[in-house]
Every structure is written in C-alpha cells, then in structure tokens.
C-alpha cells in the first residue's frame, strides 16, 4: 500500500508537484500520465525517496518515506527506468546481481536467484555473460527488471520503462509486463506518456498536468466522464485519425 | 607489480649516498670543470685505486658547493676567487693559506693550485691588434670607435665591465650583449671588434684572436684549485695524496686551454681528454662501449624516476581526486593549489626542493610527483564529477554507499578518466625527468646537461633521443595497461558509436 498525501515540490520558482495525493492498493497497478513537465517522474521520485517533498508526506506500508527510512525500503522496493539503467561495466548477470550485494547475499544465493529471474525474461546463460553495450535495447529493459526483481519487492516503480523502444518490442514488452505483474502480485507504479501503455498495465490511472491532479480513475472513466477538456484533449492527441480508424 | 616499483626505485635511489671507500667526484656544467674533475677521478681509479662515484656537470656554483658540504661528493675543481667571492664572501681573502683557515670551520680544505689561472679577459682579433698595435687593455683607451660585445654575465658584474671600464677609463660606445658561443663567430666574422673571454677557453689556441694583457690588473685572479671535505682528506690521505701529486702545479694556463680545445673543438670526449693529459689513451670503440652501458645506466635511472615519482602521483593524486570531488570547497581549494604547482616552471620547482632536500635523486622526486598531480587529481575529478546521474540514483537506490559504492561503482566508471590522465602525467614525466639532472637526480638529463656544457649536440641527441623514445614506449605500454584495468563493458562502449 503506497499512500501520498497533499505532497508539493518546487524547483527554484518552478513548480513540479502542487498538492497532489495517491492511494496505489497492495496488487494494483497505477498509472502515472501526462505530458512531459507535468510532474509524473517527481511524484515517482518522491515514492523512491531520492526527491524530499517540500510539505506533504509519502509511506509505503506505513513506514514514511524519510531519508532516515530509505535504507529499509531498499530491499522493499524495485525500480526501473527507460534503457533499464545499467551499469557498463558490469555484465548482464553482475547488474542483475546488484541489489543483493548491497542485501549482503552469498554467491551461490545470488546466482540462483539471477538464474531463476533470467528464465522469466528468457535469457540463457550467454546472455547473461554479455556487457550491456552488447544487448538490444529491449534486452537491456528486461535486464533492469530482472534486477528489480532480484530481492522479490512488494513494491515496484517503473519510469518511463519502455520509452526508448521501436513500437513492435514495445507492444511484446508491454504484454510481458501485464503478465509478470499479475503473476508475482506486486503493487506497481508506473510513469508513461503512452496512453496505449497506460491501458494495457494500469488498472488506475491518475493524469496529471503542470504539476496537478487532473483526473484519477479507470481508463473507462476517464473517456467517458472526463473531468475538464484537457483530458479528451490528451487522450484524443494519441488516438488514430478518425478517418483511418478501420486501420486500427 | 609492486617489485617492479620496488626495483625502480632501488637503482633510482642507490646512487644517492656512495659506499664507503669510494670517492664521489663532482664538477660544474661547464668543459673545464668537467675535464678537471675527469682527471681527478682517473687518477684515483687508476692511481689511487680507490672507487669512484662521477657526479658530474652538477650545475653552478651554488648546487655543486650544496652537494659537497652535504657530503654528496668529496671533491670538486674550485676557483679561489670564486671561494673567497662567491662561498666564503670575504673577497679580501686571497691566498691559499687564507683560503684554507676561513673553509676549516665548514669542514672543507683545498689542494694548492693546480697551476693555472682562469679569469676574464679581453680578446680582439688579430688583424685589428696588428692594424692599431693593441697589445694591453690599457690600449684600447685611445679607441672608442671599437665595437664590443660581451657576455651578460661579464656585462653586468662588478668585477666585469663596468669596474674594467673605471679602473682603465675606457670609452668604449658600442657594446652590445652577446651569448658566449657565438661570440666567436661575431668576431671572426668582423661583425664586432672586441669580445670578453676566459682565459683559458679552447677556442684562444686558434688563430684569429690576441688577448690583451691586463697591465693595471684588474680582473681577480681565479687560480683553480680542488676543494675536498676534510673528512675525505684526512680518511683517504693516499688519494688525496695521489691527486695533489698528479695535479698540483702540473696545469699551466696553456696546457688547460689545449685540454679544453680537445674537448671543446676536437670532438675528443672528456674521459679521452683526461686519459690523455695523463699519458694514456682511450680509443673510440672504448668510448662507445662506455656510453652504451652509461646510456643503460641511465635509462635505468630515468625509468626509476618517472616510475617512482608517477607511482607516488597516483597513491597521492587519487585519494586527493576523490576527496575534491566529495566537497566543492576542498576540491576548488584543492584544484588550486595543485594548480599553482604546475604554474611553477619545472626547473624552479626542482630548485625550491634543494633548499629542504638538498640535491640528487629524493628532491627530483618530490618535484617530479608534485609535478605529476595536476592532470591525475584533475582527471580524478572530472571521471567522478561526470558520472551518469541517472545511474547514480540508481546506485541510490540499490543502496550502495561509501567505500562500497566508490569500489564498485564509481571508479570503475570513472577509470576511463583517470587512466588518460594518469597517461598523461607518464609521459609528462619523461620529459621533466630529463630536468632532475640539473640537481643532481640523473637520468638521461645527465647527457643533455653534459652536451649542453660541452656545446656538443651529439652528447644532447644521446640523451633527448631516448627520452623522446621512452616517451612513445610509455605511451604503447599504457594502451595495453588500459585493456587491463578498463573493465571490458567499458571499452565496448568506448569502442563503438552510440
């Protein structure tokens, strides 16, 4: 259970996040959308504890995200973010590896755990010894998820994950996280631009603009019963033409 | 590796203090003093017997009296004006009993003179001398219209000319400042008329050229003399003996300017010069064996020096590179300091250690490392401050911090930069390791110095050559250093466009 209540952040004069609160239910996935500059990836790094909101307060679990607390929500929350942010000069199974080093893991431990998320991404074990200069863009996303995974987090937040990828390893990643969501049970925030995306993962999605709250609920609601014109706005702008719709 | 550090810096440092027994023999940066120093040395290998450390070519006064008081070397060819002026600083002691009292309390002595007497002089070319009938410096007064063209040294010291032109009231208006080498070209070549000489330069046995007697004795006598650690002396008396005997009163003035042409003007090296004022002969394949394996010597000492001072660099550069960039006021403050060190001309900063360190291999060092700095802790910075902020939220949140974050993190993602600017200050310090030899630290500077005293470009090549050489070696050794300590992932990066 991720809860943010009345959190706000500014940037030097800039606002990024204007009194803004969420409820992520434990198991559900919740979408974070909006445009670029609307204060998404904020609201993420504030769950993550790498941002400190200025007023307002966020907990995972009821433990509050302070710098104090960080160090316990390390093994309790997995992240991931666009091209999957490797290391270079580790290879696929070490970056994989990471956040057990930091959990203090024996080796035989690690390796069978590095294994075993390897065969949920479907990499061999010559994947495994590659360096991530030597991996496709969207085999580099699955190793920032496997590594995610590593210490079995209840918590996971995604950034962008799938953002630097061509549209067809897109829609395959995209059904591929649908499916490892709902089989480990994970509560998942996710920050996108893509409606599309937002549809397919979320079951909640709150859309956010300059920084505010627009509307928050089902994709269905959202179409359906929008709260200011901004969102049809928004929906509309990533939907096909009308006349080549039949395409679709 | 750490051996090889070792080794380097045995054979760098062993020179530094002689064994007991073997007598070091020093001399200034310039032909005589090398040719006398080469005499002493000779006579004690082969009459004395003893061992002999050569310390040749140390600089000037200054540095090759600081390596003899600091016990350096045992003993040096020395000027008495240059005693009483210059190191005792009481011009009114003139003789060599008066010498001797006043360099006793110093724990220093000197032999009686060797024979000859080196002072300035004037020259004038012969034709001129003949045309006008100059014969002493008295008559140049009725000449003004002579052009004169002298060294700046003798331009500007008190015992030069300005006191020559009081003492004989000389009214010379054209005299210009001219560098000693081609003075005798400006002469021979009629572009002047009267040049400042010493007066046993090897270019006055040639033709061309008259000395003009100073009749009203003017210029201090400089009688050449060794000057010896007593300690030496009175330990050693048959060496000391053997060099009084072979030396003493053995050198007149003309004798020690044919020396001097031979080494000067003949292309005889300094070590078959002195074999041949001491009746033996060293042939030119002799000569080339010995600068071989000097030239090994010397590498030796030069791969010591730039691995000691680059290895004490990186254990210094690194941490202090880590340091800055943890905190910007240090780092800034830091950056500034080592900053100004590299300001500081290579040459002066290895003459500010002489004052802490005294001269040789430990103080070229230090100036050496420091020199090195800059680019290591500046590339140390900079690998450290670049890093990817994306990954280092990453590293965040994984929870890596401190050492463990710095060991496994950041500086593997910063060696790329560090490694080019560790490179850089290799091979930075071949170059400015040729310049230890101007305070004693040999190394391939040894030859530059020499060649550069000798005025022979040959002696100079020998040493920039390899210099230049070792330079490039250095620089294919470090791209296969890279592929050892770059991890793998980050040369793929590296290699390819992204």
């Known amino acids: 259970m991720i809860t943010v209540r009345r959190v706000s952040k500014r940037y030097g004069g800039v606002v990024a996040l204007d009194d803004v609160s969420l409820d992520v239910a434990h198991g559900t996935t919740h979408v974070l959308l909006g445009p670029s500059g609307s204060g998404k990836s904020t609201l993420l790094r504030i769950v993550l504890g790498v941002v400190v909101a200025d007023t307002g307060e966020a907990s995972i679990d009821d433990v509050p995200i302070t710098p104090a607390t960080r160090r316990r929500l390390v093994g309790r929350v997995g992240y991931v973010v666009q091209e999957g942010g490797l290391f270079p000069h580790l290879s696929v199974q070490d970056n994989i590896g990471l956040p057990a080093e930091t959990a203090g893991w024996s080796e035989p431990r690690t390796s069978t755990r590095v294994r075993e998320l390897a065969g949920l991404v479907g990499f061999d074990d010559a994947l495994l010894r590659r360096y991530p200069a030597e991996l496709s863009g969207g085999q580099r996303q699955r190793v920032g998820l496997a590594r995610a995974l590593v210490l079995d987090p209840p918590v996971l937040l995604l950034d962008e994950p799938l953002g630097a990828l061509d549209p067809i390893v897109r829609a395959d990643l995209q059904s591929e996280l649908r499916r490892i969501f709902s089989t480990l049970g994970k509560t998942v925030v996710l920050v996108t631009h893509d409606v599309r995306e937002a549809a397919v993962l979320g079951s909640t999605i709150t859309l956010l603009r300059a920084g505010r709250i627009v509307q928050q609920g089902s994709l269905d609601d959202l179409a359906r019963r929008p709260a200011e014109p901004f969102v049809t706005e928004f929906l509309g702008a990533q939907a096909p033409p009308p006349h080549l719709k039949a395409y679709f | ?498």
């Open chain 2, 1 to 498: 590796m750490w051996r090889f550090g070792l080794a380097f810096a045995l054979v760098a440092l062993a020179p530094a203090a002689h064994a007991a027994g073997v007598v070091g023999v020093g001399s200034k940066s310039f032909t005589e003093s090398y040719v006398l120093a080469e005499i002493s040395a000779q006579v004690l290998e082969t009459i004395a017997d003893t061992g002999v450390d050569r310390r040749l070519g140390l600089g000037g006064t200054g540095i090759t009296y600081r390596a003899l008081v600091n016990g350096r070397i045992d003993v040096y060819p020395e000027y008495t004006g240059t005693i009483s002026r210059t190191i005792l600083k009481e011009a009114s002691r003139e003789s060599v009993e008066a010498l001797r009292a006043g360099l006793g309390p110093l724990g220093l002595t000197i032999s009686d003179p060797l024979g000859f007497e080196n002072t300035y002089a004037l020259a004038v070319r012969d034709d001129v001398a003949r045309r006008l009938g100059l014969e002493r410096i008295s008559d140049l007064a009725g000449h003004p219209e002579l052009r004169a063209a002298f060294t700046s040294g003798f331009l500007e010291r008190d015992d030069g000319w300005p006191g020559l032109r009081r003492h004989y009231g000389l009214g010379l208006t054209d005299v210009r400042v001219i560098e000693h080498a081609l003075a005798y070209q400006a002469i021979a070549g009629g572009a002047v008329d009267v040049i400042d000489v010493f007066s046993t330069d090897g270019r006055l046995t040639r033709p061309g050229l008259v000395v003009l007697r100073d009749d009203r004795r003017f210029f201090p006598t400089y009688a050449a003399v060794l000057l010896a650690r007593r300690d030496f002396v009175e330990q050693q008396p048959r060496a000391w003996a053997a060099l009084e005997r072979a030396m003493v009163g053995r050198i007149d003035g003309q004798a020690m300017a044919g020396l001097n042409a031979m080494a000067d003007l003949d292309g005889r090296s300094v070590r078959q010069t002195a074999a041949r004022f001491l009746g033996r002969e060293v042939t030119d394949a002799e000569e080339r064996g010995r600068m071989i394996r000097e030239l090994g010597t010397l590498t030796l000492q030069h791969l010591g020096l730039v691995a000691v001072a680059v290895a004490s660099a990186v254990i210094v550069g690194v941490p202090l590179g880590i340091l800055a960039a943890r905190s910007t006021v240090l780092g800034q403050a830091e950056l500034m300091v080592v900053g100004v060190l590299q300001t500081i001309p290579a040459l002066a900063l290895l003459c500010f250690m002489i004052p802490f360190l005294g001269i040789g291999t430990l103080p070229a060092l230090v100036a050496l490392s420091l020199y090195a700095l800059l680019p290591i802790v500046r590339s140390t910075v900079t690998g450290l401050a670049t890093l990817d902020r994306q990954l280092m939220e990453i590293a965040d949140v994984l929870g890596f911090a401190g050492w463990k974050r710095l060991r496994r993190i950041e500086l593997p993602l910063a060696s790329v930069s560090v490694l080019a600017g560790v490179k850089t200050a290799a091979i930075w310090t071949v170059g400015t390791a040729t310049l230890a030899a101007f305070i004693g630290g040999g190394g391939y500077g040894t030859l530059i110095v020499r060649g550069l005293a000798l005025n022979d470009v040959t002696t100079i090549l020998a040493g920039a050559i390899p210099a230049a050489l070792m330079a490039l070696l250095l620089h294919a050794l470090f791209e296969a250093l890279d592929r050892l300590l770059i991890p793998r992932g980050l040369r793929l990066v590296t290699g390819r466009p992204t």
